[in-house]
């Protein structure tokens, strides 16, 4: 089985810059792509980013397009998500996700962390 914890999570005024990172244990060999999701309270889950296991290949929510970067390092199994420019509508529980390809679809992602708050005042 697989297990993601995640950290860099926290509270940062609007502007402001956070990193994210999550690594992945144990069985590995279904987290070719690696990335995260996001939930705010009464909101659908929404996509953020995912990298494949290479790093090369990456691709981004358009809320997020130009603000957060999404890298893959430390053996392929470290994913780290770069946010910069934060905004209130940031905010929102972050979820680190792993699964077999590349997709916006929540259903295919396998693995999930447990979930790192992200909060930005204004």
């Known amino acids: 089985q697989v297990q993601l914890v995640e950290s860099g999570g926290g509270l940062v005024q609007a502007g402001g810059s956070l990193r994210l990172s999550c690594e992945a244990s144990g069985r590995t060999d279904n987290t070719y792509a690696m990335g995260w999701f996001r939930q705010s309270p009464g909101k659908e889950r929404e996509f953020v980013a995912v990298?494949?296991?290479?790093?090369?290949?990456?691709h981004y929510g358009g809320s997020v397009q130009g603000r957060f970067t999404i890298s893959r390092f430390n053996g392929k199994n470290t994913v780290y998500l770069q946010m910069n420019n934060l905004k209130p509508e940031d905010t929102a529980v972050y979820y680190c996700?792993?699964?077999?390809?590349?997709?916006?679809?929540?259903?295919?992602?396998?693995?999930w962390g447990q979930g790192t708050q992200v909060t930005v005042s204004s």
């Open positions: 996700v792993a699964g077999p390809g590349l997709s916006v679809d929540v259903g295919v992602y396998e693995h």
């Open positions: 990298a494949a296991r290479s790093g090369g290949v990456t």
